[in-house]
């Protein structure tokens, strides 16, 4: 079975992330993780998609927010991913056609460390966009959290891993889906 993890990721927090589901995803699947101006190429034969990105104002990026991230890592000394301005997980989400659907599907994002109501998350919008397509999620959306200087939180990468396991785990058992494994 073919695994894809699809993200998005401004100062590299969300590609930690999708590079941590995707190793712990290797216990049941071939996986690859593509930034999503790739995504199209490897997208066609996969059985599970994973998708991700940052959240930004509440929910997924937008070109706006991509400029303001842009902006913010200048003036806080933060690198910057390749292809941080071109296509985002919102416009490639857009972008797909229900004929493209698959069975099974996963969403995640980075988000500020804080109640869900306060941050807000891009992984519920995605996890609601990929329903509208017509996959079947296998887990509740899933936020990481980041500190308010743009790090990942210590664990963060090794939840990710044990997350990508219990995605790969459910979607042998079938009819499973995995419950939400962090409570805010």
């Known amino acids: 079975m073919r695994a894809v993890v699809v ?3 401004m100062y590299g927090n969300t590609h930690v992330i999708g590079d941590a589901i995707g190793a712990g995803l290797a216990g ?3 996986v690859d993780v593509v930034r999503v101006a790739e995504a199209g190429r490897a997208l066609a034969e996969a059985d ?3 998708v991700g990105g940052p959240t930004h104002m509440h929910g997924m ?5 991509r400029k303001a991230a842009v902006k913010a890592a200048a003036a806080g000394g933060l690198a910057l991913e390749p292809d941080a301005l071109r296509t985002g997980l919102r416009e490639w989400l ?3 056609g229900k004929s493209n659907a698959h069975a099974k599907a996963a969403a995640f994002d980075t988000r500020l460390k804080g109640p869900a109501a306060f941050t807000g ?3 519920k919008g995605a996890g609601k966009a990929l329903r509208h397509l017509g996959y079947d999620l296998v887990a509740e959306p899933e936020s990481f959290l980041v500190t308010k200087q743009d790090q990942l939180v210590p664990g963060e990468r090794d939840r990710a ?3 990508g396991s219990a995605l790969a785990a459910a979607c042998s058992r079938p009819g499973d889906a995995i419950k939400r494994g962090f409570e805010d």
Not at 61 to 65: D, K, L, M, N, P
């Open 161 to 163: 891993l044990t997350w």
């Open 7 to 9: 993200y998005e990721s």
């Open 61 to 65: 990026a937008r070109r706006s927010t």
């Open 48 to 50: 599970l998609l994973v």
């Open 28 to 30: 049941g699947f071939d």
């Open 94 to 96: 857009d972008s797909l």
């Open 121 to 123: 998350s891009a992984a």
